[in-house]
């Protein structure tokens, strides 16, 4: 898809819905580079890369992207965290919970196949924002999850590789019913939409 732009509390942003590259994209099992803010027109792409993968996000339905995703070697990320969006340059983990929570996680790369996933229940993550500045922020929940799970995708972890073959084998099993239902809800969804815009 090409670029496109949209106002943005006043300004103009331009950013591209980008696609999705192959589960089994090499891209996908190697670390990712560090974002360079002290590089020539840092500040203009990173405000792209930010934008570009908060809107492939939404359009996908996902909770969460990482740079390599869409075949971009950076270490950059955005996930949905309490109504807004997070994207989150060059992040790591700063303090994990030994408190554990196993949610069940899907991937944008991997359509329909969820696995559930010991994960540190509260998380503090830094990082550096979309003008490079540092901020740090402590997470719990879904939102931690979703950050752990991004950040594997920055070092090269896919989430099937966190899970034994056996369980990876069962889950396997279930795509194919999972993207029905998937498919099932989202014209249900569509079908309310256009039953709330058809005048009474």
């Not at 996902?62 to 994207?87: E, F, T, Y």
């Not at 989150?88 to 899907?106: A, D, H, K, Q």
């Not at 003008?131 to 070092?155: K, M, R």
Request: charged share 25%; net charge positive.
């Amino acid at each position: 898809m090409s670029r496109v732009v949209k106002y943005v509390n006043g300004n103009l942003v331009e950013y591209e819905v980008m696609r999705l590259v192959d589960f089994y994209d090499n891209i996908l099992r190697a670390p990712t580079q560090p974002f360079d803010f002290n590089e020539p027109n840092a500040i203009k792409e990173a405000e792209f890369l930010a934008y570009s993968l908060a809107e492939t996000m939404q359009q996908h339905g996902g909770l969460g992207i990482s740079a390599n995703q869409v075949g971009i070697n950076k270490r950059v990320c955005a996930v949905a965290a309490d109504g807004k969006i997070w994207v989150m340059f060059n992040p790591y983990i700063t303090y994990r919970s030994e408190t554990v929570s196993n949610l069940l996680e899907g991937c944008l790369s991997y359509p329909g196949l969820y696995v559930k996933i010991p994960r540190a229940e509260t998380i503090r993550v830094r990082f550096q924002a979309i003008g490079g500045q540092f901020t740090e922020q402590e997470v719990t929940g879904l939102t931690s999850v979703c950050i752990q799970h991004e950040l594997d995708h920055l070092d090269g972890i896919v989430y099937t590789d966190r899970v034994s073959p056996i369980k990876l084998d069962q889950a396997k099993r279930k795509v194919k019913s999972n993207l029905k239902k998937i498919q099932r809800l989202t014209v249900e969804k569509a079908q309310e939409l256009l039953a709330a815009k058809r005048p009474a």
